[in-house]
Structures are given as C-alpha cells and as structure tokens.
C-alpha cells in the first residue's frame, strides 16, 4: 500500500520552530519530487515548499522564504521541511504529497500536479 505520513506538527509559540516529516512506506521517494502544502480553516490550499528528484531544485511560496527549508534523505525514504521563525499566520493543517510526472531537476507548487497526499499534520502557533 502506498502511503505517505507527516509527523513532527504540534503547538509552537510565534518564533518558535518545528520539524515536519514526511515519510513513504510502500515505494520509494527517489522518483519522486516532493511538495509540502498547507490549509487554513476557511482557506484554500496553499503551496509552501518542494524539492525535485535531483534535490537541487527548491521553490518556496514567498510567505515563508528565508524562514523555512525543505530537505530530503533519500536514504530514509523521508522529506522535511524545517520551519524557524513561525507565525500565528502559519497556522494550518500541512500536508505532504508526491509527484510522479515532473521532470527530474523540478518540482512545481501545484497541488494538481502531485499523484499521492498524506493525511496531515496539524501546526498551531499561538502564545
């Protein structure tokens, strides 16, 4: 079964920071470029961050450039996004989801794009 998991989200207060986990069971990250996305209540679904195939590829939505890096570990079959600097506008459900069809040296931060979704992790960020 093909299965994507994140962990690592929790209560943080604003400046604080998080690790978010994102881990394949069922098939290997390797072909697959990664993208982290996240939603609001009563928002749509945002882009945050991906990686490509090749690793040396990144985009980051501009909300959170500066504040936020994406890794992967091929190796663990496991893509992070590290998270410093957290605001209360960060606040959201986040998921993680894998793309198939991009090329390898690329990702994109369209949710259309992406072929499996995890279930989500929860990111609150609040004193």
């Known amino acids: 079964q093909l299965q994507l998991v994140e962990s690592g989200g929790g209560l943080v207060q604003p400046g604080g920071s998080l690790r978010l986990s994102c881990a394949a069971s069922g098939f290997s990250l390797d072909y697959y470029a990664i993208g982290w996305f996240r939603q609001a209540p009563g928002k749509e679904r945002e882009g945050v961050s991906c990686?490509?195939?090749?690793?040396?590829?990144?985009k980051y939505a501009d909300s959170v450039k500066g504040r936020f890096t994406i890794s992967r570990d091929n190796a663990k079959n496991t893509v992070y996004l590290q998270m410093n600097m957290l605001k209360p506008e960060d606040a959201a459900v986040y998921y993680c989801?894998?793309?198939?069809?991009?090329?390898?040296?690329?990702?994109?931060?369209?949710?259309?794009?992406?072929?499996?979704w995890g279930q989500g992790t929860q990111v609150t960020v609040s004193s």
């Open positions: 989801a894998a793309d198939l069809g991009v090329e390898f040296s690329l990702c994109v931060p369209e949710a259309s794009s992406y072929d499996y």
């Open positions: 990686i490509s195939r090749s690793v040396s590829f990144t």
